[in-house]
């Protein structure tokens, strides 16, 4: 499990959360350039990606560090909170 402490969100109200594999085959599929961010920004592809489930945005969240848990295992999920 890779667990990031302390990540901000300065910049946004908002989290968004992807498998980096699906999104990245998204972007191919779609011929998006790198620059994913401008690319959801300025076209419909943001609104597609979420439609089709390869983003999801977490709207609402508070400018506070965060611990970010990543379970990349079979053990449950709340492992980082049993510390």
Do not use: W
């Not at 699906?22 to 961010?37: K, P």
């Not at 390869?54 to 510390?83: D, H, K, T, W």
Request: with cysteine; net charge negative; proline share 4%.
């Amino acid at each position: 499990m890779k667990i990031y402490n302390e990540c901000l969100n300065d910049l946004m109200d908002y989290f968004i959360l992807a498998d980096i594999y699906h999104l990245s085959e998204f972007a191919e599929t779609n011929e998006l350039s790198d620059n994913l961010m401008c690319e959801f920004t300025s076209n419909q592809s943001g609104d597609k990606a979420v439609n089709e489930g390869i983003i999801l945005p977490i709207c609402g969240i508070e400018n506070y560090p965060y611990i970010v848990c990543f379970n990349m295992s079979a053990p449950s999920i709340f492992f980082c909170l049993q510390r």
